[in-house]
């Protein structure tokens, strides 16, 4: 499959949103709202729920799933706002002792008018600091678009995987394309350069796995066999995030702190791989 | 009636006249010149003959493998005599030792790839590993995109570099310069324990023009200026260039780290 048809399939408005992998994967979900400084955002949808019998904070970009909520939910782009109330939602969660479970589908943090007034930057940055240093696990999974920073400032996980068919870029292809050709029209050809399909990325060492749809999206053709696909999708991200959490249990919060920030520290490590490097200090 | 091509230009022009007088190329007594270049400010700023760059040999980063981009460093690396976007070094500034970096917008606008990120990375880890104070002079257009998620990810390990250096009791300035904006905003140039700008300095986190794109308006003047962040409360304080080294030499006074 071309890189091009996954970003069509990661698009998809048909496909599973957050509030499907809500309900379907967890149990008495309690939704949290506001960012406690002055501000609701609802294209970051969050809460408490149960998974495995364990209490959980679970949050991720919602896009809505027709044009009402839609609108109300900017496509899944958040101001500030918005990143302020995921970071409230992590540091209680952390208070707690909650594992947190993040679900990544978004074009990208708001390029609006407030959202600069209000600190877009600094509220990324500030979810890009506090995530590296959580007492707890996270976990996150790439859904469907994860682009750009918009992405990022929620997914600074332990464990960071992606669905078969998402993506994960530090840009659109369209953006890329225009940035570097100046021409959003060649669209399809930095989709396939940018090397951003779970693929590429689990062999960048970016992310930890890939979870299987095996037909979620657009090629499923079979109206009848939809909920019978869905399901299984739900059972295999299920067993993703128990085993996942598993690796955690009996660690200690200093411990799973300090994996999560390894990860990212060393994250480009294979194309820095050189003598003078590991020497570094010696100035 | 003015176009809409006509409203573009005349903003182009008053950004770009904003541009020039922010500059402060020509109203700066200490530097003569038109350029005021990465090895300027370190001039200015450090006590002189203090200055000792970081070292460090990196092997060529190209992730993607894009046409083209190992050419454009190795051209770039000969016009600017640096290896990537950016100098970093140790020095004092009115007898107070800091490690500094600078970064270097005519290196393909200080966009933020894995070299840059590691020498981020690095000069924090130094100064941490020393207690020395970090000052870092940001500028930059964003993401290295020819490094695609990598330059992504730079975002993430530079911030939890400067989130440990700070939790353990490290002093970080961060110094926003003429354009700070998309990852290198939302990253560690926000992080600062405290934050100084530059006069007229553009900083964001989008870029103007895709802002207009996106709201289809005109943005009001001196928008994601430096004064404006300061009004929205994002900056200590704006400090210009004649000013930089008292300034800086006063909160590294103040945190009692000689």
Known sequence: ?283 | MVSVVDQRKSKFNRYKNLRESSSGAHDSAIKPVQEYSVRNRIDDIADEGTFKEFKIEFPETDPLQFEGYVDKKDDLRAETDSHDAIIAGKCKIDGFPAVVAVMNKKFMMASMGIELGETVSYAVEYAEAHKLPLIIFTASGGARMQEGILSLMQMAKTSAVVEKFKQNGGLYIAVLTHPTTGGVSASFATLGDITLAEPGALIGFAGPRVIEQTIGEKLPDGFQRAEFLEEHGFVDEIVKREDMKQVLGKILKLHCVK
């Open chain 1, 1 to 283: 499959m071309k890189a091009i048809e996954r970003v069509n399939i990661a698009r998809d408005k048909d496909r599973p949103k957050i509030t499907d992998y809500i309900n379907n994967v967890f149990t008495d979900f309690f939704q949290q709202k506001g960012d406690y400084l002055g501000k609701e955002d609802a294209s970051i949808y969050g809460g408490i729920a149960m998974f495995h019998g364990r209490p959980v904070t679970v949050l991720g970009h919602r896009k809505g799933k027709n044009v009402e909520e839609n609108v109300t939910c900017n496509f899944g782009m958040p101001g500030p706002e918005g990143y302020r109330k995921a970071l409230r939602l992590m540091k209680q969660a952390e208070k707690f002792g909650r594992p947190i479970i993040t679900f990544v589908d978004t074009p990208g943090a708001y390029p609006g008018l407030e959202a600069e007034m209000y600190g877009q930057a600094q509220a990324i940055a500030g979810n890009l600091a506090a995530m590296s240093t959580l007492k707890v696990p996270v976990i996150s999974i790439v859904t469907g678009e994860g682009s750009s920073g918009g992405a990022l400032g929620i997914a600074v996980a332990n464990k960071v995987y992606m669905l078969e068919n998402a993506i994960y870029s530090v840009l659109s292809p369209e953006g890329f394309a225009s940035i570097l050709w100046h021409d959003s029209a060649r669209r399809d050809e930095a989709a396939e350069v940018m090397k951003l399909t779970a693929k590429d990325l689990l062999e960048f060492g970016v992310i930890d796995g890939i979870i299987s749809e095996r037909g979620v999206g657009l090629s499923v053709v079979d109206d009848a066999d939809v909920a019978n696909v869905y399901d299984r999708l739900f059972a295999r991200i299920d067993k993703q995030i128990a085993a996942a959490l598993a690796e955690f249990d009996g660690m200690k919060p200093e411990e799973i702190a300090k994996q999560r920030f390894e990860k990212f520290r060393k994250i480009d490590e294979r194309f820095l791989d050189n003598e003078s490097l590991a020497q570094m200090g010696n100035v």
